[in-house]
């Protein structure tokens, strides 16, 4: 499934999109995947998901086998994931699918986290890694933030670098979000696209060629200011001073980018270090 969510240049276009998008998901079921050896579990799980305002077709399996071999077949649009299995857990299930190319917004769920649980679920993509036993509350949340993942961004890239841009779009679009990249190889060539295609969010390096990276934001502003802007830079103070929402310091990790992803979209980053 597949949505487009067009640039807003105002808060009450952001509200407007969203009453749109909403009417859209209503329209159609999306296909879960439940992994959970515990029937007690499962059903509990399920009757919240059940609860939930947009109808939803779920599919249960109990080991880890099936739950790979069905999250492999990519006929899922998002999926609950036991870790612990007799057999192949549900970490190395996982791992599986990811390795394979498959982008499924999964959360892990156990009956307890390890302490490095952050660093799994980054390293799995995973939505976040959840602890039994799940409220209405937990699961409709994670619901609730695959409706917005799924609501197509539009971003801009803007940077002189070919390397740079390749490397971050390729981390966009491993994401678990929607996202449509249009890139611009200098400041002057950036605003143009950014006129043309109206980006939901917009890269830009600090140090670029024909038009620096603060002369860009600077000329973005005065065409729209709610727009988030992420300025790309490895100075730590580059940030004062400009009209950049953000900042992004190089070297930078694919979770850091999902973050801003995430900040995008008003969503709370679960694995991120200042989660609780």
Known sequence: MRYQLWGASSNSDWERLQVNSDLEFASSAWRLLLAEDSKVDAEIIADHIRGYPIPIEITRVSTGEEGR??????????AFFDVVFSGLSGIDALRNVREAGFRTFVTLISSSRPDDYRRIGRELFAYDYLQKPLTRELIHAVLDAYAETRIRKKILLIDDSATARRLMKRIMERS???VDIVEASDGVAGFEAFMRHRPDAVFVDLHMTVLDGEST???IRAANAYVPIVLVTGDTQALMGTRATYKLSKPFTPY????LL????SLRAPLSDAAP
Request: charge should be negative; glycine fraction near 0%; include cysteine.
């Open 262 to 265: 995430y900040n995008f979209c």
């Open 256 to 259: 850091q980018i999902s973050e």
């Open 217 to 219: 934001i600077r000329i």
């Open 69 to 78: 071999t069905l999250l492999s077949s990519n006929q899922f649009d998002l």
């Open 176 to 178: 678990l979000f929607d």
